[in-house]
């Protein structure tokens, strides 16, 4: 009886490790990994230094993806970040940084897409 016992325990460990290492191998097959959010790059020129406030901002971007600060004042950062095993990368970011009255002060807009 526990020989039964014993072979039902080591098939039901070697099924379950079976079942882990499968679900594991299939992750890379998707090939893909998306971060962040999409933004309308297109607009990124409408950004005016020492006149667009961050009011105009949500209006042409929605809320930033991320916030934080530099230097003391705050920054808000719109990125999509999209990696691929099968292909190329397709990033776009935009990082702004604006004075203490809420005024953009200057900003970096980066992409991958051509």
């Not at 080591?10 to 191998?25: F, H």
């Not at 998306?34 to 006149?51: D, H, L, Y």
């Not at 970040?81 to 005024?103: H, P």
Request: hydrophobic share 35%; net charge positive; aromatic share 10%.
């Amino acid at each position: 009886m526990r020989n039964i016992a014993k072979i039902f325990s080591l098939r039901a460990v070697s099924l379950g490790s079976a079942l882990m290492l499968s679900s594991l191998s299939a992750l890379p097959l998707s090939g893909c990994v998306t971060v962040g959010q999409e933004f309308a790059a297109s607009r990124v020129p409408e950004i005016k230094v020492g006149q667009t406030r961050k009011q105009d901002i949500t209006e042409l971007f929605g809320t930033p993806w991320r916030t934080g600060m530099e230097d003391g004042r705050p920054t808000w950062t719109y990125g999509i970040y999209k990696y691929s095993l099968f292909g190329g990368d397709d990033t776009q970011d935009l990082l702004i940084r604006f004075d203490n009255q809420g005024v953009v002060k200057s900003y970096t807009f980066s992409s991958t897409r051509k």
